[in-house]
């Protein structure tokens, strides 16, 4: 297998972009990564997206190739649900690996902000079962609340130490240029915050953004294109059944442990070798099971480690200096590459906003409620 | 690059499956599949799918795993509008070229005839460019009908040159058990259907169709999995722009001709070592464009070669020998991945309907009105 390296990597701001079209944002990013890959022009796009439809578009390959001057080239666009992004790294990674090109460029573009938030939410449910979940009219939302309470339950997890994720993150985003909700929250505001499906509250929950991330991808022979090429060292994917009511443990991610443990081995790396993680906390419960499942805690006791204090600068890993989906905000298919940036910039020590560096980064991006799920391991 | 062989196919009847949802019809295929390959279970699942969108249904990869007993294996969905399926085998073949599985099933799945015609009309416009195109209310068909009037006017083709293409693919579905229209057509017939959009005519376009088509892939090490094992030599797939008005040529498929020269290029082969192929003639311009820009006719003389009777059994190349997207059918998303069995079984002499074998195979998956397209080369 040939190795993949990051030569470049592109962000547009995460937020309300009425004045972009999708194309227009993804051509932002994809230029920002060509450009940090000293202006090389890739041979193939794979762009991550799930929710294209709601624009009536799709073919993104093709719009977003062509608009961004690189008529001629070849792609496709890959969708895992929200886990879109990392399962379109994944599929870069293998055009590459493969010998099939040696310039890939991934771009993650979503934007959920142009149609009414009743159409946008719906279609966010895609992600879970239409025939065996939505035809009860229940919301995404409300299935992560399902886990949450029950997970709360069984281990005697506090509101108040759910909530110090939300602190943390909006902590750490506060630092980020790119995040969306760049403000300090605190804990009395998280815990207080409007219910949107009990027990899940408004800050543990990421909010509905437009948004596109890209990353130039190349093989050994072109890393050089950038003075700090970051190594692809470990990718690893999971599928478990999209539909709650089938999984083996309704508060165990079987797909994250899978695909951690599969990035792990193939990058021959442990758990305790991370210095620094971006992890996919659309709720705060995801978060929780990620990082148990990851193993960076033991079941059923994240949340009594982060109210403790850990995960912050300093520890090891540190997680979501991005500020995570609470605060950077959550552009579905775009997400995953947001998290490949972020972390390839802390290695790099280029990230412009909380900057904690390391030797190891990984991302684990989670699409359904478990049911898609990447995981990268990166290193110098 | 690590060797790549069609060890499975599987594929369901095209037509109007009501009691079949996407999921059912989906794993039938994939069930297919695995037991032409004798069983074995796949590392990983890639799903060519456009249109799930409609049935408010993403995150395929893990429905259609799940569903078939898959349930813990990496996989996503590739879209890449009508040619997703062509752009699913690039993205399988890669998944094993690079080392990273052995054993990828691709499965190809669309459902159209589950929502009102107006809806499913609506969305395969998804394809073209909703900004600059859709935004003055032009039909899918309506911008094929732009080149086909361009493209007869050019060349001085008749109506009656035009309508044999229809005939033929007629003549050759009429024997295939899989076909959606299992009956022949006249050429009076053809030549008097209704107009859809002038001067496209009901017998230029293929119908809307449910569908599912799968194929094991696996390396070398896995390709006794088959007693007749069908090599990819070739993988060539090409962009070009959505936006009709933005095109080089409005007569020309730039992304068919860059495609199979790549595919050509690899396998070391040429057009003239081409036996038998399935091309994309969603309408019959779309066919006379591919043949001529693959190369297996001139410019301005594809019409004139299939109305002398060329392309049909006993010729070299033969072409669409399963009835192509005429009779066969156009289950958008599955289409190259059917297009990928029936020249497999072809090789291999087993396929149900018109056999006419041979050495080297061609198929050409289109996506938009070319905007989107994956030519492969399969060997013996």
Same mark, same amino acid.
């Given at each position: 297998?040939?190795?993949?390296?990051?030569?470049?990597?592109?962000?547009?701001? /995460?937020?309300?972009? *009425?004045?972009? %079209? #999708?194309?227009?944002?993804?051509?932002? @990013? +994809? =230029?920002? !990564?060509?450009?940090?890959?000293?202006?090389?022009?890739?041979?193939?796009? /794979?762009?991550?997206? *799930?929710?294209? %439809? #709601?624009?009536?578009?799709?073919?993104? @390959? +093709? =719009?977003? !190739?062509?608009?961004?001057?690189?008529?001629?080239?070849?792609?496709?666009? /890959?969708?895992?649900?929200?886990?879109?992004?990392?399962?379109?790294?994944?599929?870069?990674?293998? =055009?590459? !690996?493969?010998?099939?090109?040696?310039?890939?460029?991934?771009?993650?573009?979503?934007?959920?902000?142009?149609?009414?938030?009743?159409?946008?939410?719906?279609?966010?449910?895609?992600?879970?079962?239409?025939?065996?979940?939505?035809?009860?009219?229940?919301?995404?939302?409300?299935?992560?609340?399902?886990?949450?309470?029950?997970?709360?339950?069984?281990?005697?997890?506090?509101?108040?130490?759910?909530?110090?994720?939300?602190?943390?993150?909006?902590?750490?985003?506060?630092?980020?240029?790119?995040?969306?909700?760049?403000?300090?929250?605190?804990?009395?505001?998280?815990?207080?915050?409007?219910?949107?499906?009990?027990?899940?509250?408004?800050?543990?929950?990421?909010?509905?953004?437009?948004?596109?991330?890209?990353?130039?991808?190349?093989?050994?022979?072109?890393?050089?294109?950038?003075?700090?090429?970051?190594?692809?060292?470990?990718?690893?994917?999971?599928?478990?059944?999209?539909?709650?009511?089938?999984?083996?443990?309704?508060?165990?991610?079987?797909?994250?442990?899978?695909?951690?443990?599969?990035?792990?081995?193939?990058?021959?790396?442990?758990?305790?070798?991370?210095?620094?993680?971006?992890?996919?906390?659309?709720?705060?419960?995801?978060?929780?099971?990620?990082?148990?499942?990851?193993?960076?805690?033991?079941?059923?006791?994240?949340?009594?480690?982060?109210?403790?204090?850990?995960?912050?600068?300093?520890?090891?890993?540190?997680?979501?200096?991005?500020?995570?989906?609470?605060?950077?905000?959550?552009?579905?298919?775009?997400?995953?590459?947001?998290?490949?940036?972020?972390?390839?910039?802390?290695?790099?020590?280029?990230?412009?906003?909380?900057?904690?560096?390391?030797?190891?980064?990984?991302?684990?991006?989670?699409?359904?409620?478990?049911?898609?799920?990447?995981?990268?391991?990166?290193?110098?």
């Amino acid at each position: 297998m040939r190795d993949v390296y990051i030569v470049g990597v592109g962000m547009t701001k /995460v937020g309300r972009h *009425m004045s972009l %079209s #999708l194309r227009d944002l993804a051509s932002e @990013a +994809a =230029l920002k !990564a060509i450009e940090d890959a000293g202006g090389e022009r890739p041979e193939a796009i /794979v762009v991550g997206n *799930m929710l294209s %439809s #709601l624009v009536e578009q799709e073919n993104l @390959a +093709a =719009l977003i !190739a062509d608009h961004s001057g690189l008529r001629g080239i070849s792609g496709f666009k /890959v969708e895992g649900a929200c886990g879109s992004g990392g399962a379109a790294i994944v599929a870069g990674y293998s =055009l590459i !690996a493969s010998g099939l090109f040696n310039k890939v460029l991934v771009v993650g573009v979503e934007k959920l902000l142009e149609r009414p938030t009743p159409d946008t939410t719906r279609g966010l449910a895609y992600a879970a079962d239409a025939d065996y979940e939505l035809i009860y009219g229940i919301s995404f939302a409300g299935l992560n609340a399902l886990i949450m309470r029950y997970y709360m339950d069984k281990y005697g997890i506090s509101r108040e130490e759910m909530s110090w994720w939300a602190v943390m993150m909006h902590e750490n985003g506060y630092q980020n240029p790119f995040a969306q909700l760049r403000k300090k929250v605190t804990l009395e505001e998280a815990m207080n915050s409007p219910v949107i499906a009990d027990p899940i509250r408004l800050y543990d929950s990421c909010p509905l953004s437009d948004g596109a991330a890209a990353l130039m991808l190349a093989s050994k022979d072109y890393k050089s294109l950038n003075d700090t090429p970051v190594k692809i060292s470990g990718v690893g994917n999971a599928l478990d059944s999209p539909d709650l009511s089938s999984r083996f443990e309704l508060d165990s991610l079987y797909a994250s442990r899978l695909s951690a443990l599969r990035a792990f081995k193939m990058a021959k790396k442990d758990v305790k070798d991370v210095d620094v993680a971006e992890i996919h906390d659309a709720y705060s419960i995801i978060a929780a099971l990620s990082i148990e499942e990851i193993g960076f805690a033991e079941k059923g006791k994240a949340p009594k480690m982060w109210a403790e204090g850990r995960f912050r600068p300093g520890d090891k890993p540190v997680l979501n200096p991005s500020g995570g989906l609470k605060s950077r905000g959550h552009p579905v298919g775009a997400t995953g590459v947001y998290q490949a940036s972020e972390i390839t910039m802390q290695l790099r020590g280029d990230f412009p906003g909380l900057q904690v560096g390391g030797e190891v980064g990984l991302t684990q991006n989670v699409g359904g409620v478990g049911s898609n799920i990447t995981t990268l391991i990166l290193t110098r």
